[in-house]
Structure formats: structure tokens, C-alpha cells
């Protein structure tokens, strides 16, 4: 496509090495007025570095810089800071949210934009002097959070919410900038429920309807065309192909995306476990996580079962793997292989063999500022004792790099981690490949077993099949018991043995996973 006058964003021959690594190549990307346009492509694909490019991320500045030309609305440009983006009129909505956790989410919407009153010795010494008109923020917080049909108290702070909300806080804060041109969605979907995202797709249509020019990212193909009036779609870092929904279908887009045969279908092919034997029992669990409280759940799960929760958000559902593993306050009877163990204490569930990927994996998954291979190798070299060499009788432990490079490098292999090599630190890989190597890091603790909360958030379609087969390999090979929790269903009966839907803190229910569909549909809605 040529540039035109009527294109708000053109981006032109755009390159992109981190060191000796090029991750994009000569890409020219185009966005109208009024257009959504949809970016997809698998994890590594170059999506969220092309989108930091623009945006004037500093991770850009800090490697180099790039190559290529960059014109909007009809200006040359090459952002030093998003800072700088903002205030040309571009808005972005990370998929690793942006807010301020110690702000309240008034604070956090209104950011850079606050209402001030006006002080007569603003004259003298300038509007530093003014105060805040902190009744007329939190009324156009508010505002914005109607507009979005989500009910949020404008007060608290955002740390105290749940993933799901903080999203919504984040798409408040774009709304509520009135000079904005061109707003960019990197998953925005990816931790909300089908109401929720229904909220969302409504909301971007509503802005697209204003003239604001739309960049929707998502690993979710139905949403891409259900949205947008074009799809580009990226592959290893080359622009592959445009796309018009109605004049293509789901299985083209994705077959360009992959550029190889896909797997269909990640439901186990073997029939459904016999299980006997209690590995977990679960007794009047009570977590005090907020957004996401628990009130006394009861459950079991068998030896070497694929145990599913799922729930709508903030129903509770995130709050049982965080309170057992001990993120958050819990109190309760657990017992693992008929023992009683205690709560609240972290490092003793991973001793025990109790492993946990955690929703928020920059938050607890992962050394950001660490190379991959360590990463992978950490857990298992604190909790196991694993990768350590010992000198002098004992007396003297080192860390064995060269076992580490070997499992991560193993790692990297089987679960497809897009990196330049095990060196490279995780910072500088996708959300995604993050994810698997917060999965590899679990792997090394050989645990039996395995908590997983949300394994394929902001995971392209490719990924996603990998990550769950890995999964269930890991199950069948292994017998380790895994607990999925996931805000999919689709998901979770893929691989799950049994479900339990979580509704207000309790169990709803727990149904098997080849039940029907209404019947899950009904527990989500509290029907017990």
C-alpha cells in the first residue's frame, strides 16, 4: 500500500536489530483516519516492537534506535519519549499495564491531567501554587468508568484490584484524553471475560466512530475480525500479508500468521483419567486477595489429574492459587498427600513440591533484568539445590552455569522460546515467550504438583496450542497434577479432567469437562 494524504500513520521501511538479532525488516505499515486496523502474528513476530517504535519507547533509544521513516498526521516524526507520543495525539494500552499501583484509580485516570483550582498567587508564582479540584477529578473518573459499564470505587488504589479492572482503568485513562488521534490496543482483552470484552469491542467502536484511528492487537482472531476493517498480519518479522475480514477467512489469516501447518485441536486424544488417589484436599479456603476474595471453597484433586478452574473475573477464581501458594493472606485446611500444610508461607509449598505460574508473571514469575537462562534455572538451584557445584568438601558452593545453559537451552528448544540466545535477558522477549519461560522455571522444580494461572494470556494462536499441549505432555509423562486457572473455557475443557466454576469466592459447581457448555454457562452465573 502507497502512502496517501488520508493516511494518519505511515510507517515506511521500518527496521529493527537488538544486537545481532533483526526482528523487523523494511516494514511499512499504514493506518486511515477513523480506521481499526488489526496487527496480528505470532509471539516474536516484531508486533510490540514495531508498536514501541512508534510509540518512542525507551527500549528502542537504548538499542540503537531504528531504521525507516515515520509520518503522522502529516508530519515526519521520531518520538524521544511516549511522553512525546501523548502529546502528538497517540495513546497506547500496554498488555503490561501501565498504572501506577500506589495511585488511586482516580489518580492513575486523570494522570498528567489534573484539575486544578485557581490560586490569586498564581499570578506570582504560577500554577504550581494552584491545588487540586480533586471532587471534579474523580467526577470525570467516574465518567469514564460508566462509559466502559464498570463499576470500580474511584478511591481505592489500583494495586488493590484485580488484573481484569486494572485493564479497565487503563482504557479509562485513554479515554479520558480528549486530543487523542490515533489510540494503539495491545491486548486488551487478553484477562477479560466475553462480557467484559464485549464492553471493550463496543467501547473501541464508539472511539473509531469519533474519527480516532484504531491499532487492535490481539492473539484472539475472532475479535480481530469481528472489529476491524483491515488485518496486517507479521511473521518473524516481516509484513506477510493485508487482509479484508469480509474477504478472507479465520484459517488463512492464522495459516499466514504460522506460515506451517497448525495443530487444530489441543484436546487430549486419550480418554479421561481413572483416578483414585487424593493428592490435594482442600478444606474452607478463605483468601484475602483483592478483586479476587475467596469465602471458603472445598475441593479435590486426584493423583495426576488436570483439575480446571474457571469463573468470571473477580469472581475468585485467581485467589485459590495465589492463597495456597502464599501470595496472598489465606487461612484454611489444605493437605497434600494426607498431610496438613501450613499457609502463608511460599518457599515451604515449593519445598513441599508445589509449584506455581502466576498470572502476573513480571510481577512474580520472572528476573526481569536477568538472562533467560537463569530465569529457567533459579527456582531449581534456590528451592532443589539443582545447578550448584560444590568445592572444598562442601565448603564452597557455585552456581554451575554450564548445566544451567544446558536445561535452558533444552528448554528453548521443546517449548519454542523465541530468544537471541540463553544470554539474552528476559526483559527483551515478548510477553509470551516470558510466559514459557515462567513455565520452564516451574518445569525445573520437577513438582508434583503444578499450579497455572492464566498460561496463555497475551499468547498468539500458535503459542497458545503449544503451551497447552506442553502441558498435557508434561502430565502424561511426568503424572505431575496439574491446576489450571483460566478465564477460557474453551481452554480449559481442553485439557482439563474435571472443571470447578468459581462464583462470588465459592465453588459453584464441578462438572466434569466433557459437560455440556449451558451447564458450565450457568454455574459462571452463580446457578449451583
Do not use: W
Not at 505470532?42 to 537504548?62: D, Q, R, V
Not at 484509580?105 to 489534573?114: P, S, Y
Not at 515462567?438 to 492464566?454: I, N
Not at 479432567?497 to 468459581?502: E, G, L, P, S, V
Request: proline share 2%; net charge neutral.
Amino acid at each position: 500500500m502507497k502512502i496517501e494524504e488520508k493516511h494518519l500513520l505511515a510507517m515506511e521501511n521500518i527496521s529493527k536489530c537488538f544486537q545481532s538479532n533483526t526482528v523487523l525488516h523494511n516494514v511499512n505499515f499504514f493506518v486511515k483516519e477513523g480506521e481499526i486496523v488489526g496487527l496480528v502474528g505470532e509471539n516474536g513476530a516484531g508486533k510490540s516492537t514495531l508498536m514501541n517504535i512508534l510509540f518512542g519507547a525507551h527500549i528502542i533509544k537504548e538499542t540503537g534506535g531504528f531504521q525507516g521513516k515515520i509520518t503522522f498526521d502529516g508530519k515526519e516524526v521520531n518520538f524521544a519519549s511516549p511522553l512525546d507520543a501523548i502529546s502528538a495525539g497517540i495513546g497506547m494500552i500496554h498488555q503490561e499495564l501501565s498504572l501506577i499501583p500506589e495511585f488511586s484509580v482516580t489518580e492513575n485516570i486523570v494522570l498528567n491531567r489534573e484539575t486544578t483550582n485557581y490560586h490569586f498567587l498564581s499570578e506570582i508564582f504560577g500554577e504550581k501554587v494552584n491545588t487540586l479540584n480533586r471532587e471534579d477529578m474523580q467526577k470525570r473518573a467516574i465518567e469514564n468508568l460508566n462509559e466502559l459499564e464498570v463499576q470500580i470505587n474511584p478511591d481505592i488504589l489500583t494495586k488493590n484490584l484485580s488484573i481484569g479492572y486494572r485493564q479497565f482503568v487503563e482504557i479509562a485513562r485513554e479515554i479520558d484524553r480528549k486530543s487523542t488521534k490515533l489510540l494503539i490496543f495491545d491486548e486488551p482483552t487478553a484477562v477479560l471475560t466475553e462480557s467484559e470484552v464485549e464492553k471493550v469491542i463496543n467501547i473501541i467502536r464508539k472511539i473509531a466512530s469519533k474519527n480516532i484511528s484504531i491499532i487492535f492487537i490481539s492473539h484472539k482472531i475472532h475479535e480481530v475480525f469481528d472489529i476491524c476493517d483491515r488485518i496486517v498480519v507479521l511473521r518473524d518479522g516481516f509484513l506477510q500479508n493485508e487482509f479484508i475480514p469480509s474477504k478472507t477467512s479465520h484459517k488463512e489469516v492464522v495459516k499466514t500468521m504460522v506460515g506451517r501447518k497448525r495443530i487444530e485441536k489441543t484436546q487430549r486424544d486419550s480418554p479421561l483419567k481413572n483416578l483414585d488417589e487424593n493428592i490435594l484436599e482442600v478444606n474452607q479456603l478463605y483468601v484475602n486477595m483483592p478483586g479476587e476474595q475467596v469465602n471458603g471453597v472445598t475441593f479435590t484433586v486426584k493423583k495426576g489429574e488436570i483439575f480446571g478452574i474457571g469463573g468470571l473475573t473477580g469472581q475468585g477464581k485467581l485467589g485459590i492459587a495465589n492463597g495456597i501458594i502464599g501470595l496472598y493472606p489465606a487461612n484454611g485446611e489444605v493437605k497434600f498427600k494426607g498431610e496438613d500444610i501450613n499457609l502463608n508461607n511460599t518457599k515451604k509449598m515449593l519445598k513441599h513440591g508445589i509449584a506455581f505460574v502466576s498470572e502476573e508473571r513480571r510481577k512474580f514469575g520472572l528476573l526481569l533484568d536477568q538472562p533467560v537462562f537463569l530465569n529457567i534455572a533459579f527456582n531449581g538451584m534456590e528451592i532443589k539445590n539443582k545447578f550448584v557445584m560444590s568445592l572444598f568438601g562442601g565448603l564452597i558452593h557455585l552456581r554451575d552455569e554450564k548445566e544451567m545453559i544446558k536445561i535452558a537451552r533444552e528448554y528453548i528448544q521443546s517449548l519454542q522460546i523465541k530468544c537471541v540466545n540463553e544470554k539474552q535477558y528476559v526483559r527483551e522477549l515478548s510477553g509470551g515467550n516470558q510466559q514459557k519461560v515462567c513455565l520452564a522455571s516451574a518445569f525445573t522444580l520437577e513438582p508434583e504438583v503444578l499450579f497455572v494461572s492464566e498460561p496463555t494470556r497475551g499468547i498468539d494462536v500458535g503459542a497458545k496450542a503449544l503451551v497447552i499441549n506442553t502441558l498435557c505432555n508434561y502430565n502424561r509423562q511426568y503424572g505431575t497434577t496439574i491446576i489450571i486457572t483460566s478465564s477460557e473455557l474453551d481452554e480449559l475443557i481442553s485439557i482439563s479432567d474435571r472443571i470447578a466454576i468459581i462464583s462470588n469466592g465459592e465453588i459453584a459447581g464441578i462438572l466434569p469437562s466433557n459437560s455440556n457448555r449451558i451447564d458450565f454457562g450457568l454455574l459462571m452465573l452463580g446457578e449451583k
